[in-house]
């Protein structure tokens, strides 16, 4: 039974206590205890799924049923209940939302000097076949804005760019909500594993092990997809190769530097080594369709096709996908660079272009491309053997004051505990990289404070829903409710494995974010894997890498998506042609969970 030895005297009752978890508080029934723990999440999804209410009212509205459940049905004294959601909303702002700070800081920056369009513009004239633009700017460039930015830039962003190179803007809408899902779970900086370990009280690098296990495969199939959906299965036969080399290069260096280097760097070295790749390879094959280049060139907008159908656009199952012939009913042109003065009719495939375009100096680009450099670096640099042991010394750990919680084995629970290596997290190196970028790109001090400003008032609401969405998670987990969740899911068995990466996409799927489903959903995936006998990384890895799979479907970035092509009202229709494409990946990703957890694949696990 649940007890709370209250403290006497001026401090008695309402603020100190010795709380014990027990997750049959209440009527001493699991189901029922489990039941009732699951209103706080039922009331986020409700409101975000069926209500369409904005996510920061939504996760408020979230905490307080967390509170309520905690402090009726499981009996946490009322003091401690609200010291449980303050200690997760600090930990929403210190490490989380100060890495997005800064991470975006650094980006509003390029985009306050003109560098971010300098970059723009030259991953444009990488390539004039559309196959290999969608490849370098949805899959590679979306990459790098979501290990900078994420939280919808990515997809706003590159739908916008794929607009200016000439695809229709249904087109560009789909090819970034599809391309945004394997760098999702290192995104901002690793902010969605970093939050997974911290919710879990599982090390960092056994929860980014773990992921950097799974999400891999995704990478491999993505720019494939991308390829199809720009040009069916001839887009495949010719412009396989660009496809394959990215995902190979971005699969393997997010392996290497999820386990091996640096979390927050994963996406960062990831995304600029896979468009390496394909630029080197590209070179190397000047002749190849796929590599066609006009540099400085504008290209000619996509030519319409009957319905504004999309080739590929539905999902694997998709009717009339690939069969080679264009929407107007005539056989579509064949692979390579389309001349200046032929006919738009049928040609998807390939960029036409139109001189008086504008060519930036080479050294704005190397300026452009400086900041990622520098961001590379930094890190690195604390990497290093004579560096790491003494910045990880500096730390700030401490017992979080007036919260005694006694778990079920009858120790102190690690929910108790704050600890921050204030120098090497990645909110303090972007905010040292961003000086030395200010510096390069030639911003005053006064002017980067100004843009560093201005970056948190834009973020203030995503700054009040992560705050809210730590805090509900914080004392679900305090009070046991998760854990009275997990132990009932536990009983699925085996079956778990398979079902783990589905939790985590429709937690992404309603709430817009990886970081948010793993601070719903990470804990009581833990508890659940502890009760089954499953490895509890192997499960919470699978909820941050399932729910990759559920952000194109969620309804922010659906919204996002539609208003930055100015297709507004039109969600229903990009949901339908993704959403094929998500569920196949997602059967695909769960087989590969579920066997990981068998001999089968299980010497995959770290």
């Known amino acids: 039974m649940t007890s709370a030895t209250v403290l006497s005297g001026p401090l008695a009752g309402p603020v100190l206590a010795v709380y014990q978890q027990d997750p049959k508080a209440v009527g001493g029934s699991l189901a029922w205890s489990a039941l009732v723990s699951v209103i706080p999440l039922a009331v986020v999804l409700l409101m975000l799924g069926v209500l369409r209410v904005r996510a920061q009212w939504a996760a408020l509205a979230g905490l307080v049923a967390a509170l309520a459940v905690a402090i009726v049905g499981f009996a946490m004294p009322f003091g401690m209940s609200l010291l449980a959601a303050a200690h997760g909303a600090f930990f929403g702002l210190f490490p989380i939302m100060w890495i997005v700070v800064n991470a975006l800081w650094v980006f509003n920056m390029t985009v306050a000097t003109g560098h971010f369009d300098v970059l723009r513009r030259s991953f444009g004239t990488l390539s004039s076949d559309r196959r290999t633009q969608a490849i370098l700017v949805a899959f590679c460039f979306g990459a790098l804005l979501e290990a900078l930015a994420g939280f919808g830039a990515p997809v706003a962003i590159s739908s916008v760019m794929l607009m200016a190179l000439g695809f229709r803007p249904l087109r560009a809408a789909i090819l970034a909500l599809v391309a945004n899902t394997a760098p999702v779970a290192f995104g901002a900086m690793g902010v969605p594993v970093i939050t997974l370990a911290q919710v879990t009280g599982l090390p960092l690098n056994d929860v980014a092990s773990m992921v950097g296990r799974q999400t891999p495969f995704l990478a491999l199939f993505v720019p494939l997809v991308l390829v199809f959906l720009v040009d069916g299965r001839r887009g495949v036969r010719e412009a396989w190769v660009p496809a394959v080399v990215a995902g190979v290069v971005f699969a393997v260096v997010q392996f290497v530097t999820s386990n091996y280097i640096s979390v927050p760097l994963t996406d960062i070295l990831a995304a600029l080594l896979s468009a390496i790749a394909v630029v080197v390879v590209a070179r190397a094959m000047p002749h190849a369709a796929w590599a066609a280049r006009r540099t400085g060139a504008e290209p000619e907008p996509e030519p319409e096709v009957d319905g504004g159908s999309l080739v590929g656009a539905g999902g694997p199952d998709s009717s009339g996908e690939g069969t080679g012939r264009s929407g107007r009913g005539g056989p579509r042109p064949t692979g390579g660079p389309v001349p200046a003065d032929s006919s738009p009719e049928g040609g998807e495939a390939v960029a036409t272009v139109r001189s008086g375009a504008r ?248």
């Open 359 to 606: 060519v930036d100096d080479p050294r704005e680009i190397r300026r452009a491309y400086a900041p990622y450099v520098i961001i590379v670096l930094v890190f690195a640099l604390v990497q290093l053997p004579g560096i790491k042991p003494a910045v990880d010394k500096l730390k700030l750990a401490f017992h979080w004051p007036g919260l005694d919680v006694v778990a079920t084995n009858g120790k102190a629970s690690s929910t108790t505990q704050y600890s921050l290596t204030w120098l090497s997290t990645a909110g303090t190196l972007m905010l040292i990289a961003g000086v030395i970028v200010a510096a390069v790109l030639g911003i005053g001090a006064a002017e980067a404070v100004r843009i560093w400003g201005r970056t948190v008032a834009d973020l203030k609401w995503a700054i009040v829903t992560v705050a809210a969405v730590l805090a509900l998670a914080y004392v679900m987990n305090a009070s046991a409710q998760t854990t009275a969740i997990g132990l009932l899911i536990a009983g699925a068995g085996g079956a778990l494995a398979f079902l783990s990466p589905i939790l985590g996409w429709f937690g992404v799927a309603v709430t817009g974010s990886d970081t948010s489903a793993n601070a719903l959903f990470g804990s009581l995936q833990v508890t659940a894997a502890n009760s089954a006998g499953l490895p509890p990384e192997l499960l919470a890895g699978a909820n941050s890498s399932g729910g990759v799979l559920g952000k194109m479907l969620s309804p922010q970035n659906l919204t996002i998506a539609v208003a930055a092509v100015k297709l507004e009202g039109q969600e229903g229709v990009l949901l339908r042609k993704v959403i094929g494409w998500s569920l196949g990946m997602l059967l695909l990703l769960a087989i590969l969970i579920y066997l990981q957890s068998t001999p089968v694949l299980g010497w995959m696990l770290p």
